[in-house]
């Protein structure tokens, strides 16, 4: 694969409205924090997407590694007790 | 002249300089040093778009002979266009785009920070739509030129060329004639006197941190405002009126 020489890549977080969570939008090269934030809003906030972006040096994010797959996730699998569906809904809570 | 035609050609002026700074930035579209940058001058060009349209909608109106937007930008000849002399050059390499971008969109900055104040409420209410889109692409053509002056000896070299080559193109943003007078006078026109200043000082600043010379003010080009223009106007026309002009009344 013929190496990267667009400049350093900075992941995009994307807020769609305030309070909301911010979600992985995609990622932008850019040299410094400036210009990463200014392409972030040119490349992913031209349809009225967002209020808000977060970017991220893409190196500073720590990834799990797929190899890790069965360690990590897998235990899960077979933990029904652990969601929540077994509990009664106290009267009068909507908002649960 | 009357308030009437002051008005028009002001409108015309204003629009004019949108459309065809619109143009020149869609010409880097697919041709931009990378993709980020791609998107960013044609939504630079977007939003002039759609600045030029309410305005050459008002001159229309204004104008009282039924003309559309779209007549106005389609069925003029280059010596009815107002545009300044500085949107039409050519682009250049990429340093010589983002200094019309940014000597252009600092004047726009100032220009609409008074004329939303117009006692025309369409023009006052454009402006300060505006104003929001072209401080932003004064942000960003500064930060350019401050990243290439400070950047290598090659983009140093480049955006100084392109500052020294554009610097006489400068005068002709503050230039004042009859219509201007006209419509200052009933508090309808920006007073270029009070923003030349301010442009002078935000663009020395800019230039300063990007270890640039600002040019010494010397001979400045002219026309622009006479509908008098570069050879540059003819050529883009000749492409942008083309299907209009070939096929009148053409819709899809």
Redesign the interface.
């Known amino acids: 694969m013929a190496t990267d020489s667009q400049l350093d890549t900075w992941e995009v977080f994307m807020q769609s409205k305030p309070g909301a969570n911010y979600i992985h939008a995609g990622s932008v090269h850019a040299s410094d924090k400036k210009m990463a934030l200014q392409n972030a809003r040119d490349t992913y906030t031209r349809r009225g997407e967002g209020t808000s972006i977060w970017v991220v040096p893409s190196d500073a994010i720590v990834a799990s590694n797929p190899d890790d797959s069965d360690m990590f996730f897998d235990p899960a699998d077979d933990k029904m007790y652990r969601l929540p569906t077994f509990y009664v809904m106290p009267e009068g809570a909507k908002a649960i | 002249m009357t308030e009437q035609q002051a008005l028009y050609k002001y409108c015309l002026r204003i629009g004019d300089d949108a459309l065809i700074q619109s143009y020149r930035l869609s010409e880097w579209c697919s041709n931009a040093p990378?993709?980020?940058?791609d998107?960013?001058l044609t939504?630079f060009a977007l939003d002039m778009i759609g600045r030029a349209q309410p305005v050459l909608t008002y001159a229309g109106k204004t104008e009282g002979k039924g003309r559309t937007d779209d007549d106005l930008a389609y069925r003029r000849g280059e010596r009815d266009y107002f545009n300044h002399l500085l949107a039409e050059l050519p682009n250049g390499d990429f340093a010589y785009t983002v200094a019309r971008l940014f000597l252009m969109s600092t004047f726009e900055y100032f220009f609409f920070g008074e004329l939303q104040h117009s006692a025309d409420a369409t023009l006052a209410a454009v402006a300060a739509k505006t104003l929001k889109e072209v401080k932003y692409h004064m942000?960003?053509a500064a930060?350019w030129v401050v990243?290439l002056g400070d950047g290598t000896a090659e983009s140093h070299y480049r955006i100084q060329q392109a500052v020294n080559e554009l610097w006489m193109y400068t005068g002709e943003l503050f230039e004042t004639d009859e219509a201007d007078a006209l419509l200052e006078d009933k508090n309808i026109a920006v007073d270029m006197g009070r923003i030349r200043p301010e442009w002078k000082s935000r663009v020395t600043n800019v230039l300063t941190e990007a270890t640039l010379a600002t040019p010494a003010d010397g001979y400045m080009q002219t026309g622009g405002h006479k509908g008098i223009h570069t050879e540059h106007l003819g050529h883009i026309l000749s492409e942008m009126q083309y299907l209009q002009r070939a096929y009148p009344e053409a819709t899809w």
Request: glycine fraction near 0%; avoid cysteine.
């Open positions: 990378m993709l980020e940058e998107l960013a939504n942000t960003h930060d990243r």
